[in-house]
């Protein structure tokens, strides 16, 4: 049988497209990187490409359409949660993209697939810079604080909180001997909690502090 017209093409597309998207997750350290998402966009094509050549009497995208079913158990070995919430879900939705610029490529619309590619480069350059600031000015971070028991201890370091104009609520406290230990979950800007910080580090009182 002979090969089909621009299969070639369409696969030195693949590759490159995923290894472009792949090399940005690299480039964050990310669990699917540039080999994995360029495996993902070949993948796609090739699925594409052979739903279309042994369907092509039947029903062409029996195959191609389970893609994006097959994709999703990827996607979803890379979301975990940890302690400060859910990580991998921007990974994952990129591995769902970029199996859908492979499906693309396969199915001979290579243009909308690199402008796609395009367009999710700048999306992620641009929304990290976004994020950045958005950080700096609104931070959720979790306090412990172990310090001799005292009367009014943890409201007198919840009055510390209040100072650098941080919002904050008590999520944990715990006695000890004359130990007591209190945790607070706290949002504010970066300078606000830096200024907490500072205090809480100055304070010998304070016997564990963490942060």
């Not at 367009?119 to 001799?148: H, P, V």
């Not at 800007?189 to 963490?210: A, C, G, M, R, W």
Request: proline share 2%; glycine share 10%; net charge neutral.
């Amino acid at each position: 049988m002979p090969m089909p017209e621009n299969i070639v093409e369409k696969l030195v597309i693949s590759l490159l497209i995923g290894g472009i998207i792949g090399a940005e997750r690299e480039y964050r350290s990310k669990s699917a990187g540039f080999r994995t998402l360029t495996l993902i966009c070949l993948g796609s094509t090739l699925f594409t490409i052979f739903s279309e050549l042994i369907g092509a009497n039947g029903n062409p995208d029996r195959i191609a359409s389970n893609i994006a079913t097959g994709i999703g158990f990827v996607g979803a070995g890379v979301i975990f949660k940890g302690d400060f919430g859910v990580t991998g879900i921007t990974t994952a939705a990129m591995i769902w993209a970029t199996a859908a610029m492979g499906m693309g490529i396969g199915a001979g619309y290579e243009s909308i697939s690199m402008i796609a590619c395009a367009l999710i480069l700048a999306m992620l350059f641009l929304f990290s810079r976004l994020e950045g600031w958005i950080d700096r000015i609104s931070q959720t971070r979790n306090y412990k604080i172990i310090c001799e028991y005292r009367e009014k201890t943890l409201h007198n370091y919840e009055e510390c909180l209040k100072r650098p104009h941080l919002t904050f609520k008590r999520s944990k406290e715990t006695k000890s001997e004359n130990l007591i230990t209190g945790e607070w979950i706290a949002r504010g800007s970066e300078k606000n909690h830096l200024l907490f910080v500072q205090y809480i580090l100055n304070d010998p009182e304070v016997k564990t502090f963490e942060f």
